[in-house]
Each structure stands twice: as C-alpha cells, then as structure tokens.
C-alpha cells in the first residue's frame, strides 16, 4: 500500500482555496473535496439549542448538518456509489443552489463480514458528570446484542493511563464481554492519546485480514493528559489508519472535546458521532453501526468542475476541512473518506449564474477505490441550466428544500449568511416543510430554529 500523504482533514495542507469562500470560475472552476459523513456537529449543537445556549460557531460544521438528515437518492446495484445531481434557482435573482447527492448500496447486519471491534472507553473523571459513562455502559450492552457470532470484541479503559479489560473476545463469550463493560468505573485525568494508542494496540494484535477491524473511542473528548494537541496526535492515528484500522469517534457529554473528536475521526479514517440521550445511543449502537460495519468504498473523493460560461461564481457550503487540490482528485496516494453501506453524502454549492446563459452548469464525479482490492472506479453526473427546478419553495423536491433550511441554518448560527434567508423565514419553510412531512427530524428542526430564535 502507497505511503499516505497529508490528511484531507488538515486544510492548511491543501493547495485549494478555501472552500467555503465565493470562487470566481474564470480562476477556479473545478470544486475537489474528500467524502465525509460526520454528523458529530449537528448532534452537539442539537444538544447545546435544547439546552438553551448558542453554539459555538467554531462547532458549526454545515455538511454534518445536512448529512445527518435522511436523503431519497437511488442506490447502486454493487458497491461503489449512485450520482444524483439536481438544483433550484434562488429567489434573488441570477441565483441558484445545487445539490450533488452520493448514495452507497446498504445492507443488513447479515449480509456483513465478521469485525474486529476495540472499544475505547473514556473513564476520567468527566465521565461521571451528567450520566456520560452510565450512557456509554448501557449502549454497549445493548450492542452485544446485536453482534454477530463471527464478530469479536476487545475493550480498553483510560483515564490517566490505559488499562485492556476484556483482550479480542469471540461473541461466543458474550458474558465475559458484558462482565468488562459492568466493571467500567469513573477516576483520574483524561489521556486520550493513551487510550487511543492502547486500542490500535489492542487491534493491531488481533488484526483479521477477512474481516473489517475498528477501533471505536467513547469519549467527552476533554483531553487534559497525555497529548492533548489533536494535530500532533492525529499524526499518530494517521500511521494507523494506514494499516486499515477504521477509527470512529462517538462524543457525550454537555462539554465535549469537538475539534479533537473531529479531527481524529478524519485522520482515522472513520467517522465522529455524537450521543446526548439514551434513545440517540440506543439507534446508534443497536441500528446503525452493526449495519454500516462494512466499507463500500475507500479513499472517496468528490470534484465539481464549474461551466464558467454559464456559472459566474460558486460556493460550497461547508467541507472546510475536507479541501483538496484540484491535482489530488485522482492521486490515490492522497486519503479520502471511508464510505460504509447505506451511507449518503451531500453537498450543496451556492451559485450565481451569468444573466442569461445557458448550457451545462456542473459536472459532478466521484472516485473511490475498492475496500479490498485497491482498484480505483469512478461515476459522473452533470447538470444543465435547463433542470433547474423554476423556484426552490415552489418547485425543487422537498428533500432538496429540507437541505437548503438546514444549510442555511447552520450557516447563520455560524454568523455567515447563506441562501439570503434569516432565522424567521428558516423557521416558516421548516414548519411548512414539517406539516407535510413524516420525518421527526423535519419537526424538530422546526424546533430548534425556534429555540435560537429565543436564545438569539
């Protein structure tokens, strides 16, 4: 396997521009970012509104928000992904949204490989602070559950050191898996490093080729010993992800650690989440994991190439820290994201388009390699002027509207105006969205507009 260069996740390594500012197609028409399907940002901040404070806006991150609600596009019949593309024009004139939408093929936790889980287990002192540790406790027993007689699992607890409770443990002794998470008890400091470097330790030993091998960290994130720098600490996950150890990071707790979460998680090739209640951990742990265990597709990348005769300038929304040149799009020594089953992926792009052109927008393209034999595929979609839906309240499919409200949403708690809507018309389209609509998280969204409009 190539030797990795620096992370999608460190933006200051990229040649781009930064993503989110406006680009001029003249300069910059191409649009190259890596695959992510985080939605850590959206979790916490969902939390922090309920809780009646405003988010931090360095918290903020938009495509966690917009990937963390359901999508309708068709899935592919293999592995690899669909490519929908679509869009609306903006009521302000000569403007328009696109949306690229990238769909992966599900499937259920019996259709799977075995894994090799390593769960690392956060109990400082912090953990026991608003039930953090009982929640983690009581969704991994709920996990156990779940798993598969072929899959096997090793735990690690850390506070100010690391201590392995249960070695790699076939299901078969499911007993003395659960008898390792009861004895999970609260004390000492927060070393992260000593955790994490302990699981990868822990998986590395047990390593199964057949099998899909995770490390999987339960933590506030409140890294108070040890290093607590998440470049340099990343550095190391990065050497270990090379040897196709997947890390997940799963966030709790009133006070969370998000940028180092974050950050690991990409470095690590994974995902980071974010569990506040018990119902959100019990989805989690019992539903969607066992079921997104496998990989669809390794080192994901997008890239978006602008008609400047038609799009004026772009804008996409969110995926800072995901930036690539536009060279690295077909480097496959360069890191992407890791794409499991069932997973979507969505980005939006805010255009302004030249009075009166007409003729293709965008086309959009994504390149993965194969989980297991490293062979690079690709698929591609464009867009003309044409398909554009006349209105984007009016005319655009409601998914398309539902993403718009919560791009733009994010955006705004994150003091950056987006879409040219303010948080009383976010609040009426989301309602409207939500009378129609038998998706909970629609209403909900309703609801937390309506909570930063009292806390605001």
Excluded: C
Excluded at 142 to 157: E, H, R
Aim: proline fraction near 4%; hydrophobic fraction near 40%; glycine fraction near 8%.
């Amino acid at each position: 396997m190539p030797e990795r260069q620096a992370d999608a996740g460190d933006a200051e390594a990229s040649a781009s521009p930064r993503q989110d500012d406006e680009q001029d197609t003249t300069t910059a028409q191409i649009s190259t970012f890596a695959l992510d399907v985080d939605t850590a940002s959206y979790g916490y901040a969902r939390r922090t509104l309920q809780e009646g404070r405003w988010p931090a806006p360095g918290e903020i991150r938009p495509e966690e928000w917009v990937n963390a609600f359901r999508q309708d596009y068709a899935q592919p019949s293999g592995d690899g992904f669909t490519v929908h593309v679509d869009g609306a024009k903006l009521p302000r004139r000569d403007e328009a949204v696109l949306r690229v939408g990238l769909q992966t093929r599900a499937s259920d936790s019996s259709q799977r490989r075995p894994a090799n889980l390593t769960f690392v287990v956060d109990v400082s002192g912090s953990m026991a602070d608003d039930g953090r540790l009982d929640l983690v406790k009581s969704a991994l027993l709920k996990l156990l559950d779940q798993l598969a007689p072929g899959d096997q699992v090793s735990i690690v607890a850390f506070s100010e050191s690391a201590e392995v409770l249960a070695s790699m443990t076939p299901l078969t002794a499911r007993e003395e898996l659960r008898a390792a998470v009861t004895r999970l008890t609260v004390s000492g400091g927060t070393n992260v490093e000593a955790g994490v470097l302990a699981g990868y330790q822990e998986a590395s030993k047990a390593f199964r080729p057949a099998a899909t091998n995770r490390v999987i960290l339960l933590s506030d994130g409140l890294a108070n010993q040890g290093d607590t720098v998440w470049q340099s600490l990343s550095a190391k996950v990065r050497e270990q992800a090379a040897k196709q150890l997947t890390l997940l990071t799963v966030g709790v707790g009133r006070d969370y650690g998000d940028e180092l979460m974050e950050r690991l998680a990409d470095t690590g090739d994974g995902m980071a989440v974010y569990v506040s209640t018990e119902e959100e951990a019990t989805r989690l742990f019992t539903t969607q994991l066992p079921a997104t265990l496998d990989l669809r597709a390794r080192d994901a990348k997008a890239q978006v190439v602008f008609n400047p005769s038609v799009v004026e300038s772009y804008r996409l929304v969110g995926y800072e820290n995901r930036a690539l040149a536009a060279e690295e799009f077909r480097d496959d020594s360069r890191d992407g994201g890791e794409i499991g089953p069932g997973h979507s992926v969505t980005a939006l792009y805010a255009l302004k388009l030249k009075p009166g052109a007409d003729g293709q927008l965008a086309q959009a393209t994504v390149r993965w390699q194969d989980p297991d034999t490293r062979a690079a595929s690709e698929s591609s979609e464009s867009l003309g002027s044409g398909d554009l839906a006349d209105g984007i309240w009016s005319q655009a499919p409601v998914r398309l509207q539902v993403d718009v409200v919560v791009a733009a949403f994010a955006m705004y708690l994150r003091d950056r105006e987006a879409f040219g809507l303010d948080l009383p018309t976010l609040r009426e389209h989301a309602a409207r969205l939500a009378s129609t609509s038998e998706d909970p998280m629609v209403s909900e969204l309703t609801t937390l507009i309506e909570r930063a409009q009292s806390v605001g």
